[in-house]
């Protein structure tokens, strides 16, 4: 109780004051020289993490100086992915609802956002402290947050309940049995008729190379639209079953949300007027799946990924 009393107390705190009165997190972690050993104090620091890495790393790849700032985009994004892992994982473990975590982002994102903009404006700079102070926590801890998020995948492993063996890859397939469990599921929290049928998923090699799958149905805007998921070859020639699977899981509480608003009737065109990727069912159906998947099939030891794939839709996305 007390690691949801921390987080709960904090996001308060936060939102009352907003992001200026957010201490420093060098300071911060100074203060607290056991936050690596405590739960909820990791997934603090680490949340924060997540949000620097992902907002410097953004910025470099909008705004690259010389080749350098361009490949240190991709490793800040890539570090971003790792710290997200950790800090929503634990975040929703210790009692943290999904709308606090995603509030409390925001709160880590405007006060980062706001630091870099004064560093810039005042030294044309992103780099000098305070900034650069707390993000060097950040870099000199990267190596323990990757040890760390596969120790957690051990620590949160449940092997008692494995029940079958993830199908194996295989190119243009998907694992049925996989698909059938997380549809059951889906429908049991979303109200749907039992007989509720899954849409077509079709392979589309001619999906853009940054969508790995995309959910379309026909709409006001897109009224010649299919009702249907596709899929893009390379995601299933590079994601591992478990990971195809948990995406296929995404796309069908999208199907299902959509299906729902429309009283689950087919329709030529489709009412879509909820944003799901930010919305608290939405993201707590998602993490369900990431659980459902990984406490039921070998090997599965992607959970933290999964997970930061749940947060990642709402921060990257928030509009879908």
């Not at 201490?23 to 739960?39: A, D, F, G, I, Y």
């Not at 296929?248 to 689950?264: D, K, S």
Request: net charge neutral; with cysteine; aromatic share 10%.
């Amino acid at each position: 109780m007390w690691l949801r009393l921390f987080f709960i107390s904090f996001f308060c705190g936060c939102a009352a004051s907003y992001a200026q009165d957010l201490p420093r997190l060098h300071n911060w972690t100074v203060e607290h020289p056991s936050w690596k050993e405590e739960k909820a104090e990791l997934a603090y620091v680490a949340s924060r993490c997540a949000t620097m890495f992902e907002t410097i790393g953004n910025y470099f790849a909008a705004n690259p100086v010389h080749d350098e700032q361009r490949r240190s985009a991709n490793a800040y994004l890539s570090h971003s992915d790792m710290y997200a892992r950790i800090g929503y994982f634990l975040s929703i473990k210790s009692g943290v609802t999904e709308r606090e975590a995603v509030d409390r982002q925001a709160i880590f994102s405007q006060d980062f956002s706001q630091q870099m903009q004064a560093n810039l404006a005042a030294h044309n700079n992103v780099m000098v402290p305070p900034l650069s102070l707390d993000l060097e926590v950040c870099m000199l801890n990267f190596r323990f947050a990757e040890v760390q998020a596969r120790q957690l995948e051990t620590d949160y492993s449940n092997a008692g309940n494995i029940t079958s063996v993830a199908a194996p890859l295989v190119d243009k397939a998907f694992d049925g049995q996989a698909l059938n469990l997380v549809w059951d599921f889906i429908k049991s929290q979303t109200g749907a008729p039992p007989n509720a049928p899954l849409p077509r998923l079709v392979i589309q090699p001619g999906l853009p190379t940054s969508a790995r799958m995309v959910f379309e149905f026909p709409s006001e805007d897109q009224p010649g639209n299919a009702l249907q998921i596709n899929v893009s070859p390379r995601t299933l020639q590079t994601w591992s079953r478990s990971m195809v699977s948990w995406a296929l899981g995404h796309e069908l509480v999208h199907y299902a949300f959509l299906m729902r608003e429309n009283q689950w009737k087919p329709q030529k065109i489709y009412k879509n007027s909820i944003k799901h990727h930010c919305n608290p069912e939405f993201l707590k159906l998602t993490g369900d799946i990431a659980d459902l998947i990984s406490d039921t099939q070998m090997p599965s030891r992607e959970r933290l990924r999964m997970y930061s794939e749940v947060f990642r839709s709402c921060t990257r996305h928030p509009d879908q």
